[in-house]
């Protein structure tokens, strides 16, 4: 993606052209979402929230899935796209939250995954973010992150893997599982320190086979 002139949300300022990018059949090419989604193992009874979910890209492939979500976004003109789209696909588990950009408003202790996907470079303080993300899940609930690797032209704005396992660790959140098999962006799974401890890391190693997590 070259670069471009972007709003003070960090979207660029061509609104009509950046939602039809977001939306594209490209884009399922390299961003995989039937195989995101298989990874995130959900569960009929599962509550998710996708933050930063821009024109409901994964919100409306989570839906089938689980039994609620919440589809955060700070841009008011992407969120009138997506709750057009949930109007048109007919969804009825799909809540779009306007949040500020400092606090994606989900309801504590409510969520039994968070997901970002090529969002986290928009968090203002991201620790603090992090924190708050993980006040709202509850008990084993999971963090995901999937963001383009360095090597990878997206503009600029991006969030290496690196800066965002620093970033985690700050947050107390701890590195759980990895997913490789996305062409342009690492997948990374986190838990809050002290709900990673004994089986769940046993499971979790268990989970990557051969995948190491460097």
């Not at 779009?96 to 202790?109: F, T």
């Not at 993980?134 to 690196?162: P, Q, W, Y």
């Not at 759980?176 to 809050?192: A, G, K, T």
């Amino acid at each position: 993606m070259p670069h471009q002139h972007h709003d003070r949300f960090g979207n660029p300022k061509h609104f009509a052209d950046y939602v039809r990018r977001l939306g594209e059949p490209a884009r399922d090419e390299w961003q995989k979402p039937g195989q995101v989604i298989e990874a995130l193992k959900l569960r009929r009874r599962h509550v998710v929230a996708d933050v930063g979910a821009g024109t409901g890209y994964f919100s409306l492939r989570l839906a089938p899935h689980v039994r609620h979500v919440f589809a955060s976004e700070v841009e008011q003109r992407l969120l009138g796209v997506l709750t057009e789209a949930i109007a048109a696909a007919g969804v009825s588990n799909v809540t779009p939250i306007l949040a500020p950009p400092g606090d994606p408003l989900l309801p504590a202790s409510a969520c039994d995954l968070v997901l970002i996907v090529d969002t986290f470079h928009h968090f203002p303080d991201p620790p603090a973010y992090l924190r708050k993300l993980a006040r709202s899940l509850r008990a084993r609930g999971r963090i995901v992150n999937i963001d383009f690797h360095d090597h990878v032209d997206c503009g600029g704005h991006k969030t290496t893997r690196e800066d965002f396992l620093r970033a985690a660790a700050e947050a107390g959140l701890r590195l759980i599982d990895e997913h490789r098999f996305l062409p342009r962006q690492y997948f990374l799974v986190l838990q809050p320190g002290e709900r990673a401890a004994g089986g769940e890391r046993g499971r979790a190693k268990k989970s990557r086979g051969g995948h190491g997590i460097g």
